[in-house]
């Protein structure tokens, strides 16, 4: 009898399992948890679009809302504000710090108390481990809401088209969101030929579509390509209707950010979405401000006609982002 024969094979570790009932409930329902209201989650997602449609614009003032707790677009309540952190792979820092600089100028926001944080590094590989843990220690360190890649094309040297590739690296910033409890942003190409469905006409492996939680394409419209339309979708909520904006400067060149086009400046031949009819909460903080006093709760909901339970989580999502307080009085607008 050899000495092997008397070897002991070592125990095969197992899964870490759990009873569905004793399951964390997380935040509760299993409801989107809003970053920016109606327009992006805690998940991951690709804002995408041709060449040369704002989307470095949209993503910087994505990552300004959450860093300022200010809305974005002026429009959309940062529910989950916080630390942002991004890296704009094809611009120049002098020229990310103009950008951020006008968003700013534009909201009245104090650049030097911005709590945005820009990776200053020359290059990053997210296929080369060495630069996976430099973002890992770095999401780390700062614990951003929101972490914005510019563009995807930069951050690696895979075959985009090879869903294996594709795939690995994608589970990566998965893995990160799910960590760290950040949302992400990729921004990504779309083919020259756009598809019906936006998110198959991201360039590379379909691979890159299905992983999106949320998911803002950026097109032009119109005879010249003179509109920029916004397309919403989001895997477990209903998205917004197509959303028409344009990108507006001072006259001396600053303050240069995205904005809404009101229904009325929208093309008469379509070719320019109206924006969604507004939110509930918009609709909240009018009536409010209509009134000139507070409301109670039974008064808004006779007044905006909506069902009591939807009405009580919007006014909690409006108290949370700032943008009214309860008292003995009723519902009224901060002071």
Known sequence: MTRNDHAVAAPIDVLPTSRAGALDPGRGDGAIHWRIHQVWGDGVGILGGPPKC?????????????ASATPFLDRFAALDPGPTLVYLAEDALPQVRSRIAGICLHRAIDLATLDMHVITAPAIRLDEPADQARLAATLDRLRPKLLLLDPLVRLHRLDENSSADISALLGYLRELQRRFDVAIVVVHHMRKSIRAHLGQ?????????????????????GPGGEHLRLTLEHRAAPALDPIALHLVSRPDGSATHLEV????????????????????????????????HALSRAQLRDTLRVNNNRLGIVLSELEHAGRVRRSDAGIALPA
């Not at 006409?201 to 419209?221: C, E, K, Y």
């Not at 009101?262 to 009134?291: C, F, K, N, T, W």
Request: proline residues 3%; charged residues 20%.
């Open 54 to 66: 704002a989307k470095s614009w949209f993503g910087l003032d994505l990552a300004v809302s959450l």
């Open 201 to 221: 006409a991201l360039r590379g492996s379909g691979d890159l579509h299905a992983w999106n939680d949320h998911g803002a394409f950026l097109t032009r419209t």
């Open 261 to 292: 086009v009101d229904a009325q400046e929208s093309s008469s031949d379509g070719s320019a979405a109206a924006p969604a009819a507004p939110s509930l909460h918009d609709r909240v903080v009018s009536a409010i401000r209509h009134a000139g």
